[in-house]
């Protein structure tokens, strides 16, 4: 069959999914004719990641050679014009998608989305499968979280309620055989009038997978920045599932709903990791990697010393890895050092004890946290911190408890994001206790939208004051702070510090 794999993520240059590549793997392996359309692509979606960036990460040099032939190539095969070096297209995504359909005429449209594009990619599918008639099956955190929307929506016949690496490829069977896909686990569908809702298959065993297929990316998406240099980077997925339970993240909730189907949180073999990487990277040409693991310091400190033995002599390759700081210690982190790793990136996330504790369910000292960035400082590895503000029984001291917090940890770069109180997610139903809108829907991450959660103890002017200013507090001397208060709402204060920020970066 012919399968388009459509990217509905309108968040920029750079965002590559893990699960669109593995599923182009799994299909290209049925014997599936396959193609993909990118949001990604396009200009217009990216211009709140690029002011993202500006505030908190560094400026990094590009080359343009390299991506300019890599671009070159991978356009001129598939008969498009080449963008600049560094530019995505301009062109009209609606416009560009009816050509796509014209051209390759899919049977199928496979659709993965997060809650945030759902209802964007469905209006934006309507039309189109009224037109060409093709089949759509939507998979992604959305229909796993939220089946009874995501199954609602006219333009949508399937769902993949599961992990869909065997979802995926029985349905495409049955499809492409007249047959009914009704039988097949983890799928809800819609079928010659009749709706059928089947509970979740057993989870994937990570050594039955191939290695994903970055062929129908444009190499654009590849070269990311990473501490004033620019790499071509491959995120990969070492283990899959997390062992921890943070209530903004989905992770708790995927664990109930798959209990009984297998371990949660599975790990590769280490051979069989290798000879993926080893794949990818003949393949593409990757120079950096970006383990994607929800806590790589989770992983057994046995299997790691094999891992970093056997990755030090095949691959060799810089990488980073995302860590919780009290799975952090000393024997693991001498051991990613001699392994090559480059930076830890971990979630102080609230440096209010209580929020963190009660709110976030991370159940951690300060003292612990400060611990992990100290320790890994020791051995040389830069550090990332992540962090949320616009917590439920947040107010403008506790904020100033995170910012204190990134001070004490002192690490090498950081970032702030707004909570963004997904359907689904355990804060979300506090978000509500607080005031939210049960009906209320994450449509952007962009600021300039407006907050989507306001705490009771802080106002909404303040609380995205506060956001932009999180730099500042963190990285000036406290005499500047006075300054750094008036740029909250000044705007003419606020450029003329975040220019000296930038120097500073």
Same mark, same amino acid.
């Given at each position: 069959?012919?399968?388009?794999?459509? =990217?509905?993520?309108?968040?920029?240059?750079?965002?590559?999914?893990?699960?669109?590549?593995?599923?182009?793997?799994?299909?290209?392996?049925?014997?599936?004719?396959?193609?993909? @359309?990118?949001?990604?692509?396009?200009?217009? @979606?990216?211009?709140?990641?690029?002011?993202?960036?500006?505030?908190?990460?560094?400026?990094?040099?590009?080359?343009?050679?390299?991506?300019?032939?890599?671009?070159?190539?991978?356009?001129?095969?598939? !008969?498009?014009?080449?963008?600049?070096?560094?530019?995505?297209?301009?062109?009209?995504?609606?416009?560009?998608?009816?050509?796509?359909?014209?051209?390759?005429?899919?049977?199928?449209?496979? #659709?993965?989305?997060?809650?945030?594009?759902?209802?964007?990619?469905?209006?934006?599918?309507?039309?189109?499968?009224?037109?060409?008639?093709?089949?759509?099956?939507?998979?992604?955190?959305?229909?796993?979280?939220?089946?009874?929307?995501?199954?609602?929506?006219?333009?949508?016949? @399937?769902?993949?309620?599961?992990?869909?690496?065997?979802?995926?490829?029985?349905?495409?069977?049955?499809?492409?055989?007249?047959?009914?896909?009704?039988?097949?686990?983890?799928?809800?569908?819609?079928?010659?009038?009749?709706?059928?809702?089947?509970?979740?298959?057993?989870?994937?065993?990570?050594?039955?997978?191939?290695?994903?297929?970055?062929?129908?990316?444009?190499?654009?998406?590849?070269?990311?920045?990473?501490?004033?240099?620019?790499?071509?980077?491959?995120?990969?997925?070492?283990?899959?599932?997390?062992?921890? =339970?943070?209530?903004?993240?989905?992770?708790?909730?995927?664990?109930?709903?798959?209990?009984?189907?297998?371990?949660?949180?599975?790990?590769?073999?280490?051979?069989?990791?290798?000879?993926?990487?080893?794949?990818?990277?003949?393949?593409? !040409?990757?120079?950096?990697?970006?383990?994607?693991?929800?806590?790589?310091?989770?992983?057994?400190?046995?299997?790691?010393?094999?891992?970093?033995?056997?990755?030090?002599?095949?691959?060799?390759?810089?990488?980073?890895?995302?860590?919780?700081?009290?799975?952090?210690?000393?024997?693991?982190?001498?051991?990613?050092?001699?392994?090559?790793?480059?930076?830890?990136?971990?979630?102080?996330?609230?440096?209010?004890?209580?929020?963190?504790?009660?709110?976030?369910?991370?159940?951690?000292?300060?003292?612990?946290?400060?611990?992990?960035?100290?320790?890994?400082?020791?051995?040389?590895?830069?550090?990332?911190?992540?962090?949320?503000? !616009?917590?439920?029984?947040?107010?403008?001291?506790?904020?100033?408890?995170?910012?204190?917090? =990134?001070?004490?940890?002192?690490?090498?770069?950081?970032?702030?994001?707004?909570?963004?109180?997904?359907?689904?997610?355990?804060?979300?139903?506090?978000?509500?206790?607080?005031?939210?809108?049960?009906?209320?829907?994450?449509?952007?991450?962009?600021?300039?939208?407006?907050?989507?959660?306001?705490?009771?103890? #802080?106002?909404?002017?303040?609380?995205? !004051?506060?956001?932009?200013?999180?730099?500042?507090?963190?990285?000036?001397?406290?005499?500047?702070?006075?300054?750094?208060?008036?740029?909250?709402?000044?705007?003419?204060?606020?450029?003329?510090?975040?220019?000296?920020?930038?120097?500073?970066?």
């Amino acid at each position: 069959m012919k399968v388009a794999f459509f =990217n509905p993520s309108r968040s920029g240059q750079g965002n590559i999914p893990l699960n669109i590549p593995l599923l182009i793997a799994v299909a290209r392996a049925g014997g599936h004719e396959t193609r993909l @359309f990118d949001l990604g692509d396009y200009a217009c @979606f990216d211009q709140e990641s690029q002011a993202y960036a500006q505030i908190f990460f560094k400026e990094a040099g590009l080359d343009e050679a390299r991506v300019a032939a890599e671009r070159a190539a991978f356009h001129g095969a598939a !008969g498009l014009p080449t963008p600049g070096p560094a530019q995505l297209r301009t062109s009209g995504h609606a416009a560009d998608f009816r050509r796509f359909l014209e051209e390759f005429r899919p049977q199928v449209v496979a #659709l993965s989305s997060m809650t945030i594009d759902y209802a964007f990619a469905c209006d934006f599918l309507a039309p189109f499968k009224a037109e060409f008639g093709f089949t759509v099956v939507a998979g992604g955190i959305h229909a796993i979280l939220l089946p009874q929307e995501a199954i609602a929506p006219p333009a949508v016949d @399937f769902i993949c309620v599961g992990e869909g690496e065997n979802a995926l490829p029985q349905l495409l069977a049955a499809l492409e055989a007249g047959q009914s896909p009704a039988g097949v686990a983890g799928l809800w569908g819609k079928w010659q009038g009749q709706e059928f809702r089947n509970p979740p298959a057993p989870l994937t065993h990570l050594a039955s997978l191939p290695a994903p297929d970055f062929s129908l990316y444009d190499p654009i998406h590849f070269f990311r920045p990473f501490d004033g240099s620019r790499y071509k980077m491959l995120n990969y997925e070492l283990s899959r599932g997390c062992p921890f =339970n943070c209530t903004y993240c989905v992770n708790g909730v995927l664990k109930a709903k798959y209990k009984g189907l297998g371990p949660y949180h599975r790990v590769k073999p280490v051979e069989k990791s290798m000879a993926e990487l080893e794949e990818l990277i003949t393949r593409y !040409g990757f120079d950096f990697i970006r383990f994607w693991d929800e806590s790589f310091t989770a992983l057994r400190t046995d299997y790691l010393e094999r891992y970093a033995a056997a990755y030090v002599r095949r691959i060799g390759l810089p990488f980073l890895i995302y860590a919780r700081a009290e799975s952090v210690s000393e024997d693991k982190v001498k051991i990613l050092k001699d392994m090559g790793c480059r930076t830890f990136a971990m979630g102080i996330e609230s440096g209010n004890p209580l929020i963190r504790r009660e709110v976030m369910n991370r159940h951690m000292s300060d003292n612990t946290i400060i611990k992990a960035f100290h320790l890994v400082a020791k051995y040389g590895i830069r550090t990332s911190a992540y962090n949320i503000i !616009g917590l439920p029984r947040e107010d403008r001291a506790a904020i100033f408890d995170t910012i204190r917090l =990134n001070r004490a940890a002192a690490p090498s770069s950081f970032s702030v994001t707004l909570l963004e109180p997904y359907k689904g997610t355990p804060i979300r139903q506090m978000c509500e206790d607080e005031g939210l809108d049960p009906a209320y829907e994450v449509t952007t991450t962009s600021i300039n939208a407006g907050v989507h959660f306001t705490p009771r103890g #802080l106002g909404e002017a303040e609380l995205k !004051g506060l956001f932009r200013a999180f730099p500042l507090y963190v990285k000036m001397p406290l005499t500047r702070w006075p300054e750094i208060a008036r740029a909250e709402s000044d705007d003419q204060e606020y450029q003329r510090l975040m220019a000296e920020y930038s120097r500073l970066k």
